[in-house]
């Protein structure tokens, strides 16, 4: 780390939710939510519209008043502290920059209002920090979006917060320079150390920037733990189809074989390893990714290291640059996804085709999808978290 940002490394702190709830009138936002972000970690908080996690924020940050649970910043309650008193800074999609303020300005306004000694020195350190020094005489207005949301970036970190509140921040950019920004955020996190908290709705932003991703719906963190264990064992069908794409088919568990667990599926039979699944018995929810099943004109031999189903029909095919998408019609199954990385053979709609993938692929999951299971993978999940 060069001089000039050293007065930033200086580590953030623990974030920890106890059994928090927010009610508002005729409906429940937050319910009973718990979970702690380790200091100095990058953790995301993914989920639709709808699912608790802005009221969640706002919450942490103070702009809300839980309605029960506790809000520890560093092994300290601040659930019922003041906003302007908590050791939190949020950066919100708006940027919310001064207008008629150079960037400087903008980025010292908070220490100079705190009668902070050197504000502008320090404000300099920030702007170093993301980059954007030389351009500390212009205004918001004379910066692109990236430039703008780098400013508000350093505007926030610039007070040296415990905790750093992410609010949908790239939602107003491009798709290329919110790639972009998804790297320099994390480069920034690293190299500041602080402990940030990301809202977001998009998956990919989420897996490509924390560390640990917790996914929300209707008020209740679903499951919690790194992004590639959430996505390859994902421990309900909420998070199995919101974090990427699944195929799933529903059946009943007709018996083991090995180690697999074996699971009639119409008038197919589908194995599934029983170390990723919970469900040994009855009705189950059966999932495969679509880059892990493979696309053939002749019938692959079906055994318990792979599953075979077809034959099928092509219904969709869409190219999408580094691989094609295709849409698959098998009888029974109804159509499958499949992601097949491009080698010059693009299989045409209305061909015969047969889908296998190996079977450590495959997952299991309660067929009761609206009720939480916690799964072996969500208990490593939140003790990596508490680490």
């Not at 010292?108 to 300099?124: E, I, N, P």
């Not at 119409?266 to 493979?294: A, F, H, Y």
């Not at 019609?329 to 047969?354: M, R």
């Amino acid at each position: 780390m060069s001089d000039s940002v050293s007065g930033f490394a200086q580590g953030g702190a623990d974030l920890e939710l106890v059994g928090v709830s927010k009610q508002f009138p005729g409906f429940t936002a937050v319910d009973n939510v718990s979970f702690t972000v380790p200091a100095g970690s990058f953790f995301a908080l993914l989920g639709p519209s709808g699912c608790g996690k802005t009221t969640t924020l706002r919450l942490i940050s103070g702009l809300e008043e839980p309605t029960s649970g506790q809000i520890l910043v560093g092994g300290k309650d601040v659930s019922n502290t003041k906003a302007h008193q908590r050791p939190i800074n949020t950066v919100f999609q708006s940027y919310a920059l001064f207008p008629h303020m150079s960037v400087l300005e903008n980025v010292a306004f908070g220490l100079k209002q705190r009668g902070v000694k050197d504000a502008t020195q320090l404000a300099h350190e920030a702007l170093m920090l993301v980059e954007l020094d030389h351009l500390a005489d212009r205004k918001p207005m004379q910066l692109s979006g990236g430039q703008q949301q780098r400013v508000a970036l350093a505007r926030a970190v610039v007070n040296r917060p415990a905790l750093l509140l992410l609010d949908e921040p790239l939602g107003a950019l491009d798709l290329k320079l919110r790639r972009q920004m998804q790297i320099e955020l994390k480069s920034i996190q690293s190299e500041v150390g602080l402990t940030f908290l990301h809202v977001t709705h998009d998956q990919e932003e989420a897996m490509t920037m924390a560390d640990t991703v917790a996914v929300m719906n209707k008020g209740k963190i679903e499951q919690m733990g790194p992004p590639a264990e959430l996505y390859e064992l994902p421990a309900t069908r909420f998070v199995a189809t919101f974090l990427g794409q699944s195929n799933l088919f529903d059946g009943v568990v007709s018996g083991t074989s090995g180690k697999n667990v074996q699971v009639t599926v119409g008038k197919l039979t589908l194995d599934v390893p029983t170390s990723r699944t919970k469900v040994t018995s009855g009705e189950i929810t059966v999932g495969v990714r679509p880059e892990k099943i493979e696309i053939s004109r002749k019938e692959p031999t079906a055994s318990a290291t792979r599953s075979v189903v077809g034959p099928g029909t092509v219904i969709d095919t869409s190219f999408t640059g580094v691989s094609t998408q295709y849409v698959v019609d098998v009888p029974g199954l109804h159509n499958l996804t499949v992601f097949e990385q491009n080698d010059g053979d693009i299989v045409a709609a209305g061909s015969k085709v047969w889908l296998s993938w190996a079977t450590e692929y495959s997952f299991g999951l309660p067929m009761d999808t609206d009720q939480f299971i916690e799964s072996d993978t969500t208990t490593r999940s939140l003790a990596v978290a508490k680490r």
